[in-house]
């Protein structure tokens, strides 16, 4: 690995500059672009689809639509398309510094748009298939990140593994995955520097396991150790930074932030550390993995043969002014200002003032009061008073005989210990179960309370958040729960809640007075046609400023879910969000009233950061 280090700095010794330029803008340029791009698509998708908003009972039907699946080609596409510039640009560098050669970063642009034509014009049919298999290997580091910064890749990753009875399967096949994409990142200068057929590309590539097939085996085998030790040492180093860079930024927030701000301050520099470090991981991982193969490529007898025999080239004209230093010095500087500028503008739209709300906040105990009593019970009831919270929000499903009661799970088994669907047993069954005793043996003998229950103890002390919930065996659900409150003449002091947007029509059409909130674990497409919810409950990861400002606009509010944490009560406070469902209400109003009593140290916050 030493040779290594030794070889890529004869190799770039006169453009790593011009290298480390290019990839900061490119880093910035593509990240931009595919999520932009990417949130356009989806929100036209569902437009065309005729969809408000993407939610999880939709979410399997969006991804299987022709038009989705269309766009997601286009975008896979883009994807590949802007990678192999990336990596033509990045060989152009290469090729430059191998001829002892100044290179700028114009020049590496011009390397990458004409390498990219030549290269697609050889390969039309085939040139998508040669840069996706190489994917897995070049963002190898950045993979992680890439899909949990892009909420629509994760929560599709999440569908992907669900298929899966556990994570053995998907391991292996990831792991064959990466050694395949690792041949097909080893043939990429083959393919991108030789204008010759495939055929001979796979002659070339043979030619260097040449010999008995232990040989090739051990050749293999050896260079795909060194590959995997290259890196480790990458991802050995990104977290050295990773660490550094957080505890640079918990150092900084506690010398200059205001004390009453810090954990908040933390988690929003934090964020876009984190977004850095990703795209460096990208840049760090594509760069250091071509220049690995690269090096392979330039000392085999083929890289030397070519070099012997290819015809130099006149550069065009575009090309000799595009690598002129003037042209270098205003494009780099344009180029660099601009991104700075528009990073700028990012962070402060995106950064919300670190104090305490002016305005009122309610706040609503989780489950009735989950951390201090069993959850959906009469007792969780008593602390979500007791806190002097705003809201109780409580769970409501249907028995086998069609009473409404508290319950969260489908299954009784977390709960009560009994594995069993709430839609097989009667009401007289469940009364024999205890909802206590599995929580604390304090609170043994506790029973799952009726929706009639849980309004009389609420009546005149704490309002309701009543979230419906489906579970395909519960049509008339909502019709019995706006009875209820109908007769208990509750409706005044409750909210009626659901993931199911069609039990907020349903309960719209029946007693248009109850105030409905729609409740989401995604932000995916309009809100303005969505007159079935007063109200969005929003998962609180999803949130963000420019988010509630937009629904805020339309009249209606934010409620945010589930909140247990400083720093991130904190963050939905400065959103200025209208309700934070937690499970901690005695914390969250000394947040809200800018009254938290303690002052993080800086182990404290470090956790913060690096959660």
Known sequence: ???????????????????????????????????????????????????????????????????????????????????????????????????????????????????????????PA?????????????????????????????????????????????????VLLLLLSVLFT???????????????????????????????????GRELGRYFILQLIFLGILLLLYLVSHMLIVLYVLIVGSP????????????????VLGGMAAGLGTSGTL???????????????????????????????????????????????????????????????????????SVSAHRGGARKAPENTLSALEYAISSKSDFAEIDVQETKDGEVVLLHDNNLKRTT???????????????????GVRFNQSFRGEKIPTLEEAIEAARGKIQLNIEVKYNGHNPNLVRKVVRIIEEQEFAENCVLTSMNYKFLEQAKALNPKIRTGYTMNMTYGDLENMDGADFFSVKYTYITERFVEKVHALGKEVYAWT??????????????????????????RQVILGGTDRSPGFLELLKYALK
């Open 1 to 123: 690995m030493r040779q290594f280090l030794e070889n890529v700095w004869k190799l770039l010794g006169k453009n790593w500059v011009s290298l480390l330029i290019f990839e900061i803008l490119y880093r910035i340029f593509f990240n931009e672009l595919v999520t932009r791009t990417a949130r356009a698509a989806v929100n036209f998708s569902l437009r065309k689809q005729g969809y408000s908003y993407m939610t999880e009972e939709n979410f399997m039907e969006f991804i299987g639509h022709p038009l989705t699946i269309v766009l997601m080609v286009l975008g896979i596409l883009m994807v590949l398309l802007l990678l192999l510039f990336e990596i033509c640009a990045l060989f152009g560098c290469m090729e430059a510094s191998w001829k002892k050669e100044k290179i700028s970063v114009p020049g590496m642009i011009c390397a990458g748009v004409v390498g990219s034509i030549r290269f697609i014009r050889r390969k």
């Open 417 to 435: 210990g009994l594995n069993a669907n709430i839609w097989t047993l009667t009401y007289a069954e469940l009364q024999q179960l205890d909802a």
């Open 563 to 588: 909140l247990n944490y400083q720093g991130d009560i904190q963050r939905m406070v400065n959103c200025k969000v209208d309700n934070i469902i937690t499970d901690d209400p005695e914390l969250v």
């Open 260 to 275: 009453q701000a810090l954990v908040s301050s933390v988690l929003v520099y934090s964020d876009g550390a984190k977004s």
């Open 186 to 220: 080893y043939s990429l200068p083959f393919r991108v520097l030789m204008e010759e057929p495939e055929r001979k590309v796979f002659q070339r590539v043979g030619e260097v396991f040449g010999g008995s097939w232990k040989k090739a085996v051990r050749r293999l």
């Open 291 to 361: 220049l690995y193969f690269y090096l392979l490529f330039a000392g085999s007898e083929r890289g030397g043969y070519r070099r012997e025999r290819r015809r130099k080239k006149t550069p065009s004209r575009l090309r000799r002014i595009l690598a002129g230093k003037a042209a270098a010095i205003v494009l780099t500087a344009v180029l660099a200002v601009g991104e700075c500028v528009y990073l700028i503008y990012v962070v402060q739209r995106e950064h919300p003032s670190a104090t305490a709300s002016s305005d009122y906040i």
């Open 126 to 174: 085939g040139w998508a298939l040669a840069v996706g298999g190489a994917v897995p290997c070049l963002l190898f580091q950045a993979m992680y990140g890439f899909i949990t910064g892009m909420k629509l890749l994760q929560i599709t990753a999440a569908k992907v593994f669900q298929a899966f009875p556990n994570f053995v399967i998907p391991g292996i096949l990831a």
